[in-house]
């Protein structure tokens, strides 16, 4: 399983995956980073290298720092937080034309670690002309983190995602966003409510004049893409050449709420890739073939599960038996990428197989870091008001089994939000054509987690600032990793020479 698809967003915001939840984070050499400066005079940036899970240095160069922001920037002298920030300076000098961000998903993906992962290729790809940075959020990798003491068994991610019970029932649901609001009301303190994407982009900013730069391009993807929206939105001067990949819906009263939502409609949309991919000739000779034709591989899915319901089988992890819901969500995860078809293909044979023992894959068998699985949880409440009334989520519940049976209800369920203690400190940012004409954002048009509805709405949004490249192969973030090359040489000859399509452009598979 990729590094993306590990990271799927509780919400898939992000999608990009359970991000630092199944992995550990990236802590950078002990430094003792600076002092806090008024919000007059941004703090300095001292460099020294970086430090990676395993035990790598990152990419060629890599450089790690500690930048030091206020906690409440209503307050700028007042009480601070770390923010990691990390950069990979151009290999090429003479062609250097700026800095360019690298804006991780999410909420909860690490940015230090997705430039060690994506910087020689970006480096690359954009031909020297920038310096790279990026950074890890509040609450991720080696930034200020925080905590909530959520119970272990609501830490897995078929449970803190809000899967209804095999008769649709939320009653489970209820109670475990209940404790959860509970416990990170108890424990996660003004660090936790200062998680949200007001105060990233607020980061981002001050990382900006600490940088020196009057103007950033950036990359981002993901709920990084409504990230950079929303600084694109608030900081229009300070935007140079921007990146949006992997676009969700920028409503300002549905945000989180209507991204999940949305789920439902990602995952009808890019079902069909992996049946053809499972009924393909080609996989008998792997033993991965489902069916002889593609439009029987979704009742053979659906089946599957409900029998899986009734009657759980043991796994490969003692004590985890593969669940429906379980195979619910490793097709979830699969969609992100077809080079996680094989084992989703795999875990059904063996499910189907009366001697058969699934081999679970790791989102599906670890258990996710508290204050991984808080971060995840504390920006999308931070960031706008939830519905509270229980009857309503049971409603939509209801209806959305009926209309999307391969996500069963879980997109419309009730989450933590719902019983959520503080309002939100700031209101979302609506997204508007107010601004310069310098945003390009790249869609597939089979998203399992933004789906091209919703990136409709942000272009939409947009208006004249914007243009859209649609690419169309399945799966989620397109840029240099989405194996087109045409979405990929559009994006780069827009980084490197400012040159967009004049239009709304497409391309093939």
Not at 190 to 214: A, Y
Not at 320 to 330: D, E, I, K, Y
Not at 365 to 391: F, K, L, T, Y
Request: with cysteine; aromatic share 6%; net charge neutral.
């Amino acid at each position: 399983m990729t590094t993306c698809t590990r990271k799927t967003l509780l919400l898939a915001l992000s999608a990009t995956a359970v991000a630092s939840a199944l992995t550990a984070s990236v802590t950078p050499v002990a430094h003792a980073g600076p002092r806090a400066s008024p919000a007059s005079s941004p703090p300095s940036l001292t460099w020294h290298g970086c430090e990676l899970p395993d035990g790598s240095t990152g990419a060629d160069g890599q450089q790690c720092a500690e930048l030091p922001v206020p906690l409440d920037y209503r307050n700028p002298d007042g009480r601070t937080l770390t923010v990691a920030v990390t950069r990979l300076r151009s290999d090429r000098p003479a062609a250097r034309r700026g800095t360019l961000v690298v804006i991780p998903g999410g909420p909860g993906s690490s940015g230090v670690e997705r430039l060690a992962q994506k910087g020689e290729a970006l480096r690359t790809a954009t031909r020297g002309a920038y310096d790279l940075v990026s950074l890890d959020p509040r609450g991720v990798g080696g930034s200020t983190r925080a905590g909530c003491g959520i119970a272990e068994g609501d830490r897995q991610l078929v449970t803190l995602r809000a899967w209804p019970g095999a008769d649709g029932g939320i009653a489970e649901n209820i109670d475990r966003s209940r404790r959860t609001a509970e416990a990170c009301a108890r424990n996660g303190g003004e660090v936790l409510r200062s998680f949200s994407t007001q105060n990233e982009v607020r980061d981002i900013d001050l990382f900006r004049q600490s940088l020196g730069e009057e103007k950033l391009s950036a990359w981002s993807t993901s709920y990084g893409a409504y990230v950079g929206a929303v600084y694109a939105q608030k900081y229009p001067r300070h935007t140079d050449r921007w990146v949006l990949d992997a676009n969700g819906d920028p409503d300002p009263a549905r945000v989180g709420r209507g991204w999940m939502e949305n789920m439902a409609v990602g995952a009808a949309d890019r079902f069909p890739d992996f049946a053809a991919w499972a009924a393909d000739p080609a996989r008998e000779e792997q033993g991965l073939r489902l069916a002889e034709r593609a439009e029987d591989v979704k009742p053979l899915f659906l089946a599957l599960a409900r029998k899986l319901d009734r009657e759980p089988k043991e796994s490969d992890v003692p004590g985890l038996p593969l669940t429906g819901n379980r195979l619910r969500q490793a097709l979830q995860s699969a969609l992100f990428s077809d080079s996680a078809f094989a084992p989703l293909a795999g875990m059904i044979q063996e499910a189907r197989d009366p001697q058969g023992s699934p081999v679970l894959t790791p989102d599906l068998a670890q258990v996710i870091p508290d204050e991984d699985a808080a971060v995840m949880v504390a920006v999308i409440c931070n960031d706008v008001r939830w519905p509270g009334s229980v009857a309503g989520y049971r409603r939509a519940v209801a209806a959305d089994r009926e209309r999307n049976p391969l996500t069963a209800g879980m997109p419309a369920n009730i989450t933590p939000c719902a019983f959520w203690k503080d309002a939100p400190a700031d209101r979302p940012t609506r997204i508007t054509d107010e601004g310069p004409s310098n945003v390009l954002m790249i869609q597939s048009l089979r998203d399992p987690a933004t789906p091209y509805s919703g990136a409709l709405k942000m272009r939409a949004a947009f208006g004249d600032r914007a243009r859209m490249v649609t690419v169309g192969r399945g799966g989620h973030s397109m840029y240099l990793g989405g194996g087109n090359a045409c979405g990929d040489r559009t994006v780069s000859e827009f980084l490197v020479t400012g040159r967009r399509p004049a239009q709304d452009t497409h391309c093939a598979n």
